[in-house]
């Protein structure tokens, strides 16, 4: 029996999320819209938990700088633990490599002329450690293993969206060529649209937002086609985070069911946006 | 350095080549506050932790006046400047407030959000923008 991926994740990880459930404030109004949002999510991922999930997800500033950022970078470590980011580690569970999986992954990819970088310790920031709160609360460890593969969407010049949908595509049959019989979740993580830098600061676009969470289930060339620049420019600077949400779709099957969608604004200076797609 | 197609989106700081070798000393003067040791020598005494680093006098007072978009304009990077900003145990909507044209207060620039957020209309271009005004 081989590995299986049985179904994507897309999910915004904004620092605050993480910040509201650490501080015990998701409770307040502000927060209430957001935190009853992910319920059905959170059902879904009870009920279908995997062996590993591979987390897209990018370094803000934390592990990597403009000394050294990698394109793309799988994390083969045995653990990977909460970061600094300036404001003290997060008090959430250490995060459990899968350094087998994550070493095929780094074969087949290379096999298939994929670079990837190989990171054999690497502190996680929110970009990892948000999702996986927004998944499973505040367990006292997490129920399933991680292979990190973060991708460098902050320092130019980025991977294209294409290319992160090909990589997908090649994540897609590296898992199904890993002689385990397990079962793999994939997430993207980051946007939706979000602009936190300049005089522009706050700027989002619903619907930019609802065209690329549609063209996702049905259409992902679509959304493998945009820029750079149609992402800044609509979507805000930061908002070229999504092409993290190309690599997971890429890695499913053509055809893919919307098991979950939700789309809340703001969260902090950004839109939420949050998508469940199972291999059909 | 060759004009970028994201130029004439406006109040906008991409992190390319230009705004790296701009910034490059006061960002990673920044990169340091993620270490507890770093903050606290930072803050017993800014000016000389400042010294330590390759920057200009001009980033320095940016620095030092917590004039976020300045930053920006002198080669900073958000994501690097949102350590200032936790150092100063602040929210980021203080910084995303003081940089906004017109500038906000905490308050305003929540309130925005909740409202629905920036508009992306007459925000796309400096030609849009000067149009929509």
């Known amino acids: ?280 | 350095m060759a004009a970028r197609d994201y130029d004439d989106v406006p109040g906008t700081y991409v992190l390319d080549s230009r705004q790296y070798r701009r910034g490059y000393h006061l960002n990673m003067f920044l990169m340091t506050l993620n270490r507890a040791e770093c903050r606290d020598e930072f803050a017993a005494d800014e000016m000389a932790y400042l010294a330590k680093f390759k920057i200009t006098e001009e980033q320095k007072q940016a620095v030092q006046a917590r004039d976020y978009l300045e930053m920006l304009k002198l080669g900073a990077n958000v994501y690097y400047t949102f350590k200032l900003v936790s150092h100063d145990k602040n929210p980021p909507q203080v910084m995303y407030g003081k940089m906004s044209d017109p500038e906000l207060s905490f308050d305003e620039f929540q309130q925005m959000m909740i409202n629905g957020g920036r508009p992306i209309e007459g925000n796309r271009s400096k030609s849009e923008q000067k149009e929509s005004r």
């Open chain 1, 1 to 280: 029996m081989m590995a299986k991926i049985l179904a994507g994740m897309g999910t915004s990880h904004v620092p605050g999320v993480g910040a509201a459930m650490d501080n015990g404030k998701t409770d307040e109004p502000y927060w209430q819209t957001l935190f009853k949002g992910f319920e059905p999510l959170r059902a879904w991922h009870r009920d279908n938990v995997p062996d590993v999930n591979i987390i897209v997800f990018n370094d803000h500033a934390t592990s990597y700088s403009l000394d050294g950022y990698s394109t793309f970078t799988i994390g083969v470590a045995e653990e990977f633990q909460p970061a600094d980011e300036g404001w003290g580690p997060r008090k959430v569970p250490v995060v459990k490599g899968h350094p087998e999986l994550a070493w095929h992954l780094v074969e087949q990819l290379m096999a298939e002329e994929f670079d990837m970088a190989v990171a054999g310790s690497l502190d996680v920031d929110h970009g990892l450690t948000v999702p996986l709160s927004i998944a499973y609360d505040q367990p006292d460890e997490w129920p399933a293993d991680v292979v990190p593969l973060c991708v460098n969407v902050i320092q130019h010049p980025l991977p294209t969206a294409a290319r992160c949908f090909k990589l997908g595509q090649a994540i897609g049959r590296a898992v199904a060529s890993f002689d385990q019989d397990i079962s793999v979740g994939i997430w993207g993580t980051g946007g939706l649209s979000h602009q936190l830098g300049g005089e522009r600061a706050g700027v989002v676009n619903p619907e930019f937002d609802t065209a690329f969470l549609d063209n996702l289930v049905n259409n992902p060339q679509a959304n493998a086609a945009l820029s750079h620049t149609d992402f800044i420019r609509e979507a805000g600077c930061e908002g070229v985070e999504m092409i993290m949400w190309n690599v997971m779709r890429g890695a499913l099957n053509d055809k893919v069911s919307e098991a979950y969608r939700f789309y809340h604004i703001p969260v902090s200076a950004t839109a939420y946006g949050a998508i469940i797609l199972e291999n059909s």
